[in-house]
Every structure is written in C-alpha cells, then in structure tokens.
C-alpha cells in the first residue's frame, strides 16, 4: 500500500476509539442495567421471561438519533440546513436529534458504520460504499432527485478546475483538455470523496491510458503529479486551487454552488468559466471575484443519505423516509433553494434537483471496485 492507505488506517483505527467515548461530541447512549436482547433492527430492550413491554422498547428510543455531516456541510454556512435536517427528523420520529459536524471524511464514514451515528446525510457514493464494507448493515435512506423529482437524472457533476489566469496552458483547440495536468500540483478533496477523488482520478487514469496509470499513481508518493494535496472537503480543495496552493483541482458543482457564479459557457460543461460571486461567505469571502474555468466534467449518481439500525427502529426509518420523500419536504426551500432569488440558499438548486426519492443499495454497483 501507499503512504496515504496506511495514514487512512490509522486515523480509522484512532476514530475507532473516538466514536466509543463519544466520536466529536457527548453522544451518550442511554443503557439498561438488566439483561437485553437485539431484534431485528437493532434495538435493545430489556427482557423477563423473553417478554418485551411496549414501555421498555419506548424507553429504549428516547436516546437521541445522531445525525454525522462531511466536512462539505459541516461549516456554519450550513447552520440552518442542519437544523432544519433536524427538525424534521425529529417530526417524524418524535425524538430529538443531535447534528454531529466533522472535519474529515473519514469521521462521518467511521461514525455511520460503527453506529456512533444513526444517519449520515449527504454522503458520496464513495464514502457508502466503504461504510457498508465496514458494516453491510447500513443502508440508503433516500437520495436527492433530479430536477423532475425522479431517480433517472439523478446526477451532479465532478469537475477538474484551473484557475483563468492559467488556462491558456490546457486550451485544446477551442476547448480545454486535462493534456497537459502532468507534473503539475493537483489538489483533491479525500481519498473516500466520489466526485473529489475516485471519478476524477479514473478519469485521468482513462485519458492517459499509454501511461499505464493505477490509482496510486496520482496520490501523493505517486510520480504523475509534482505535488497533491487534499482540501477535506469541495469548499478546501477550491480554495487550494484559487489561493494557488495548486495548479489543478477536483471539485463538484453542487457543493461550490451557493458560493459561485457562471461567467461564461453553459453550466456543467468543459470550458465553463466561474466566479466567486459577492457576499460568499467563509472561506471564500476573500476571493470574492476570483475566476477558473472547467476543464474537464464528469456526471456522478447523486450520493445517498443513510442510516444504520442499531438505533432505528424499521417504523422509524420508515415514518423518515414519508417525510422526507413528500411534497412538503420536496417544497422546503432550505433544503431546495430557488437559485434565482438573491441570497437564497439550501441544500440544492432546484434548477438541478427536486425532493427526494427512495433507491437500493444497488444503485450505488458502479461505484464498487
């Protein structure tokens, strides 16, 4: 293995002992003295003669249900999207919740898969795929929609950037190519990042194909790029790009959105120059203006909210999946904002995504090695 593999051990095998005396806050779970069973969902409640009283299993649920969000949601721009998350859940289940922030990837995938957490919003393809490795029990809650409240379409997009000033060195005729990305300092987000990190590097490992890339090749002890750095999350790896850390980055549209503005070209689409618009909040605040341009842009399945039983019950899980597939929450403009209207801001555009809809674990087969 690479130096970064071994490094990503570590830390899980430190966020192991993290997660058992509380993982980032005081989440204390609430046990019984007296012997306990676990049914089917997870749940424990005490037992006489095999015998479980609806008053134990309720006592049992009112722990709070623990809510982990990736480094990407987790800064105080998203204060009111978290909390509205929360209330909502706490609508459909009658218990209250607590939002667990995050600094890096691996915490929220930890969390969720040792059950420290109960449901992790906003999750890569990625990061699901290596927390359900760790433990198969966890599963998709529900995912956001395309912009017709449908699975079809349900896609957002992974992009490689540069920055204006330096474009002129990836033109390709009249568009951009990543041709000439070699040798430069790339900056991803995390190696368990889906649209930071595991499409963008198939992608350069496809488009050098003569190279006999693998993976590895492009991490930091690899020889492709001088230098590589990992932001922790979309918002730190464009701010590697524009404050010139790095010549090149990975990044997604939708967690940039709320900070940026097209300049020009189409949105979405490979020579689709971008500006860090006014009133952007922090980090970007103090690059209000500044400009890069899309050279190369890859769709990803949009990634799955999830859940582990070991605290849920299945009329739980179920009463959350109603809410939060309606039309009310489909309507909730902190979660899906009106892009249009000066200083809205939420979860997604609504121009790209509409509600939220239910999909398997299968959906996610591409994304498995």
């Keep these: 293995m ?18 058992i005396f509380g993982l980032v806050g005081c989440n204390t779970r609430k046990t019984n003295d007296t012997p306990s069973s676990t049914g089917s969902s997870g749940n424990a409640a005490s037992t006489t003669n095999n ?13 709070p249900i623990v809510v982990v969000w990736y480094p990407n ?4 721009t998203h204060d009111d999207v978290r909390a509205e998350v929360a209330r909502l859940i706490e ?10 922030t995050t600094t890096d990837y691996t915490i929220a995938i930890q969390s969720i898969a040792s059950g420290a957490a109960d449901i992790a919003m906003s999750m890569g393809a990625t990061g699901y795929v290596e927390a359900k490795n760790q433990n198969p029990l966890i599963d998709v809650l529900f995912v956001n929609a395309d912009k017709n409240g449908s699975i079809d379409e349900a896609k957002y997009f992974a992009w490689i950037c540069v920055n204006l000033t330096d474009a002129e060195q990836y033109k390709d005729g009249s568009t951009y190519s990543i041709a000439n990305i070699k040798n430069k300092k790339m900056s991803f987000v995390s190696s368990s990042s889906t649209s930071g990190f595991r499409v963008p590097t198939a992608s350069i490992i496809t488009y050098f194909k ?5 993976e590895d ?33 990975a990044f997604c549209d939708i967690e940039l959105d709320p900070y940026i503005q097209l300049k020009e070209g189409t949105d979405n689409t490979v ?24 050279i190369a842009c890859t769709p990803v399945f949009n990634g ?14 179920q009463s959350i999946r109603e809410l939060f597939t309606s039309s009310e929450v489909a309507d909730n403009e902190l979660l899906f904002y009106d892009a249009s209207i000066e200083g809205a801001f939420g979860l997604y555009k609504k121009g790209s995504s509409y509600g939220y809809v239910l999909t398997t674990d299968s959906w996610y087969d591409p994304y498995r090695n």
């Design 2 to 19: 690479k130096k970064i593999n071994i490094m990503k051990i570590v830390i899980a095998t430190m966020l192991v002992l993290t997660v």
């Design 51 to 63: 015998t479980t009283t609806t008053a134990e299993v309720e006592k049992k649920n009112t722990s």
């Design 73 to 76: 949601e987790s800064s105080n």
């Design 91 to 100: 609508q459909a289940t009658g218990r209250k919740v607590e939002n667990k």
């Design 210 to 214: 003569d190279d006999n890339l693998v």
């Design 217 to 249: 090749d492009l991490l930091p002890d690899g020889d492709f790029f001088s230098e590589v750095y990992f932001g922790q999350s979309h918002q730190g790896s464009t701010i590697n790009l524009i404050n010139g850390n790095a010549d090149v980055a």
């Design 271 to 294: 020579g689709a120059i971008y500006a860090i618009k006014e009133g952007a909040d922090a980090p970007f605040d103090v690059h209000v203006g500044k400009e890069f341009v899309v």
């Design 304 to 317: 799955p909210n999830v859940y582990n039983p070991k605290n849920l019950s299945d009329e739980e899980v």
